[in-house]
């Protein structure tokens, strides 16, 4: 019972987290979002990484020539990580070079940081990156990435009206592919039908479905024609033999034998 109650609290979480960070956005909330904050949401990564900078502050701190700027986000060790010792200079040399891009809006040049080992050049990189995820799970720093979702299979359905003039037979529908190798399968739905002034009037739905990667192999603007028979009887000999896609199957009058 407990690790019943666990699992339904992580559950809980994180169907609350997903609903907080907004993680799936439909095209027409994404638009709505960037309508709202348009520089926010178009920033290049120079300016991301700026405000990324911005957003954990700095603060003065003793230095050989006084007092100077540093930034917070090389502190940050709430994620197990390590700050940064020093290196201020640096600090402030990469938030210049990185204003420098941001106010010419492009980036067009290359970052070297180099040094004996144990000068903090990695410890900078991974506090940087530290801080732009930490940041990127903030409203305000929210990253979004455009996933076009297309079906995995391609459906179309339609439907074939029938009347029989006795109204006490009852009607079965049966299909039947003109041919081999088809792709795809024509399927049929529960007859429908009723009893209008004497006259029998039904239904039979279809739906004609076919996995998208099954029609790789046809060329633009090829065609693929596949032709199905679909039997409707009514148990007494009377039958409709139509194509589901044949013009004019929307209604039709079932035939008899001859007494």
Known sequence: MEAKRFLQTIGAEVSNDF???????SFEEYLGLF??????QSRNAAQYLRDAMDHFGTEQVPHPTGKIRRFKLFDLTDDGGSRVAGQEEVQNAIYRVIGNFTRAGRINKVILLHGPNGS???TL???????MEQYSKLPNGALYRMNWVFPSEKLIKGSIGFADIIPTDTHTASVVAQGTGYVGALTL???SESN???IVKGSVPWSFSVPDNALDFLSAGQVLTQSYNVTIADGHGGT???DPQAPNTNQALLTHPQA
């Not at 990189?125 to 801080?131: G, M």
């Open 240 to 242: 409709l033999v139509t």
């Open 35 to 40: 309508l709202q904050s348009p520089v926010q």
């Open 125 to 131: 990189i991974h506090a940087l990156k530290r801080a």
């Open 196 to 198: 209008i002034t004497g």
């Open 19 to 25: 609903v907080k960070n907004r993680s799936i956005l």
């Open 120 to 122: 903090a050049k990695s």
């Open 189 to 191: 739905g529960a007859v």
